[in-house]
Each structure stands twice: as structure tokens, then as C-alpha cells.
Nanobody, 122 residues
Framework: QVQLVESGGGLVQAGGSLRLSCVASARTFSSYVMAWFRQAPGKEREFVSA????????YYRDSVKGRFTISRDNAKNTVSLQMNNLKPEDTAVYYC???????????????WGQGTQVTVSS
């Protein structure tokens, strides 16, 4: 069992930045594909970004390319999402997920955090 705990959400004005972090309990953290998903009110959960076990491969949904950066530190069991130039449409609950598949989906991700709220005001 892997426990994931997110932090770093909050309220920010459009154009601002936030950095989300996710700490994992697993000793085998470095073997997992890690991802960020988000869910806005009334909408389905959607993929945001993923990073492979070594950090050598990353992937982003089109709407966040050039604004968000995913990274991981296997020594600290941590994956982060740096979010710059935030837009009101980025408002959602952001979830950290761990799994074995590339590219991860909501169905293939095995472990989930509790989520952290990101609110971007216009």
C-alpha cells in the first residue's frame, strides 16, 4: 500500500504561481510512474502531467504545456508540480497518483492522494 499526501494548493490571482508537492510512503517510490490529475466542479477528473521512474520522461496535457513543470526527487519520495502563469480554468482539486503504466490514466493509476485545492481568481 502506498500513501500519497499532497500539499501546496491555495488561492492565487491569474498570472501567479503555485508549487504542489506530493510525498509518498512507499520504499519503492522510484519504481512508480507518478502523475498529477485534476478535477473541477461538475467535471470528470482529467490528466495533467506525468513523469517516469527516473525523471527522464515527462508528459503534459496541451493546455498546461509551457506553464507547468513536473519533477521528482526519488531520494525524498517526492513529486512536484510547478505551476506558472495560472489561469482561472486551472481551478480544480489536484490529485497525485502512482501507478505502473505509461501514460497513466485514472483507471490505471493504483494509488491516489486526498487532493489539494487550487483556486485561480481572475
Amino acid at each position: 500500500q502506498v500513501q500519497l499526501v499532497e500539499s501546496g494548493g491555495g488561492l492565487v490571482q491569474a498570472g501567479g504561481s503555485l508549487r504542489l508537492s506530493c510525498v509518498a510512503s512507499a520504499r519503492t517510490f522510484s519504481s512508480y510512474v507518478m502523475a498529477w490529475f485534476r478535477q473541477a466542479p461538475g467535471k470528470e477528473r482529467e490528466f495533467v502531467s506525468a513523469i517516469n521512474w527516473s525523471g527522464s520522461r515527462t508528459y503534459y496535457r496541451d493546455s498546461v504545456k509551457g506553464r507547468f513543470t513536473i519533477s521528482r526527487d526519488n531520494a525524498k519520495n517526492t513529486v512536484s508540480l510547478q505551476m506558472n502563469n495560472l489561469k482561472p480554468e486551472d481551478t480544480a482539486v489536484y490529485y497525485c497518483a502512482a501507478g505502473d503504466s505509461w501514460l497513466p490514466t485514472t483507471a490505471s493509476s493504483r494509488y491516489w492522494g486526498q487532493g489539494t485545492q487550487v483556486t485561480v481568481s481572475s
